[in-house]
């Protein structure tokens, strides 16, 4: 039976990428009978998807596919999770809602002290307002970065676009304490595509002092 739940479960995602929300869909997520979910399930307002994509964010589910909408998602700062497998559908775009990122180290989408998590978006894109952040009311600041990886284990990033960020289209590093299992594990390789205008480098990364050899690549060259 529980096979079957998951069967019909994942036959409604495929149908459901649309605006209004799926409370349904979503107490399945949360009773553990659902194991993939769409984030339109939980809403999407045109004007502000923060909340909605917030809590399919930090639902528990374990592969979220964001869905290709109307329009971007447009949000402020969110937080990701462990244990996740992210998709952005092909034309699906997050969108830094204008007038925020006010905090010199607002980043659009965070993940801090995570394990094990994949990101997937093959012509997808995680986009800023680099435009906005260079002129008051903003402070300078090249902390405003696409996509912030801090302390985390088991990270794998394919295909997505990160683009108009006010510091770097991804950053990754170490903060505190890196989860327990050693060091900031950084996986045999990174794939980023077209991190295009991006404020300072494209890509920032800084290894903790105990770290082994890893591999990075970007726009199909590898460095």
Known sequence: MKKIILTLCALAGAFTASAEARPDLVAQVRAGTCKEARASWWGFDPADSTAPLQAALTSGVARLVVDKMPSPWIVTPLKGASNLELVLEPGAEILAKSGEFRSKGACLLSFLCCTNVHIVGYGAALRMRHEDY????????????????????NVCIEGL???????????????????????????PLFSFRQMAGNHYTKSSILPPKSHFPFLVGINGALG
């Open 134 to 153: 260079m002129k008051p009311p903003y402070e300078k600041s090249e902390w405003r970065h696409a996509l912030s990886i801090l302390s985390c284990r």
């Open 161 to 187: 676009t990160l683009a108009d960020s006010g510091g770097d289209g991804i950053y990754l590093g170490c903060r505190g304490a890196v989860p327990r299992g050693g060091q900031m594990g950084l996986p």
